[in-house]
């Protein structure tokens, strides 16, 4: 069984062979880890998931590089500051801080015309699950664009320019999603981080008001191509993982340790499948290896269906240790058999 085949049957509970392999990682691991044993963990343990990027797209606004230390521009507009080399920095100015700026949005509508042939051609060469090489995330754009302040207190005014440019950021994505679900990819995947440590960011009631149309916009889209939609949330977003499985989301990546994993597994266990992750805010930096081989049978013993819906994912960040990330899929492989 490849890649592809044993992606499809996991998030349509057709019974893959194995647990199938996922990895997320940020740029400060190569300033961390030598070469050597990055490149050993990599051959160890390849994973199921890849994508073409964005080939052939000339951005217009993007300014130097989103992980070094300095000041960087991304396709928006938006002015990022990072004082920390391997990670992304943060919107200190935002773009539309006030209304009167609104002159100067523009969406990327260049990375709308990516080269659909070099796309296709790249998923005919991989036996790998292809995803698409956008990620559309309307509530942290709108922050990176407004200001996190300001939007919270757009959400409760909902002013006139609140509306027009939320609906002209949808707009920008919906056009994307149609865009890639045209190509031979097998997946579109999009993300807002709508947790913090212990609830939603806004409430529940507020978030259904407002996001969740779009989202279902975006399912509507993608499974009318026939392609999967995955989702990213980090945080405490247990509040909202029924209403993401009522609008057909196929697969979601979430922060599973600051919630009741036994919980999440007793109310929506086999709805959805779980794209990851294990701890990477306490167990992949500060656990013992002992201690993130037990968080994978917490997960397993929660969440594990021999006919999928479980993806091994977690991401390879700052100060996460290898010999913890060896062991999380070690732990998974035995999971397996």
Known sequence: MNSRERMRRTVEFDKP?????????????????????????FQRWPVDITGPGTPGVQPRRLKGDAYQV??????????????QAGVIGEVKEPLLGDWSKMELFRTPDEYLGFDVDAV????????????????????????????????????????????????????????EIE????????AIRFMDDWGSQRSLL???????????????????????????????????????????????????????????IEEIARRFGGKITFWGEIDRQHILCFGT????????????????RPEGGLIAQFELGAAAKLDNAHAIYEAWESVTR
């Open 17 to 41: 062979d194995r647990i199938a392999r996922d990895l997320w990682t940020l740029p400060i691991i190569h300033l961390e880890h030598s070469p050597t044993d990055l490149e050993r963990f």
């Open 70 to 83: 300095g000041r960087y521009v991304d396709e928006w507009g938006c002015v990022f500051h990072n004082i």
């Open 120 to 175: 296709n051609a790249f998923c005919r060469a991989s036996d790998k699950w292809c995803m698409a090489g956008c990620c559309p995330r309307p509530f942290e754009r709108l922050q990176f664009l407004r200001g996190t302040e300001n939007l919270m207190i757009d959400f409760m005014e909902q002013p006139a320019e609140f509306k027009e440019l939320l609906g002209k950021v949808h707009d920008f994505h919906c056009r």
């Open 179 to 186: 865009a890639w679900a045209a190509t031979d990819i097998d």
């Open 202 to 260: 806004i409430s529940p009631s507020q978030w259904r008001e407002i996001f969740k149309p779009l989202y279902r916009d975006y399912v509507q889209i993608a499974h009318g191509k026939g392609k999967k939609l995955f989702m990213h949330s980090d945080g405490f977003i247990f509040d909202v993982y029924g209403d993401l499985i009522e609008i057909g989301i196929d697969a979601i990546n979430s922060q599973l340790f600051c919630m009741d």
């Open 289 to 304: 290896v002992e201690e993130a081989r037990a968080a994978v049978r917490r997960v397993a013993d929660a969440l594990y």
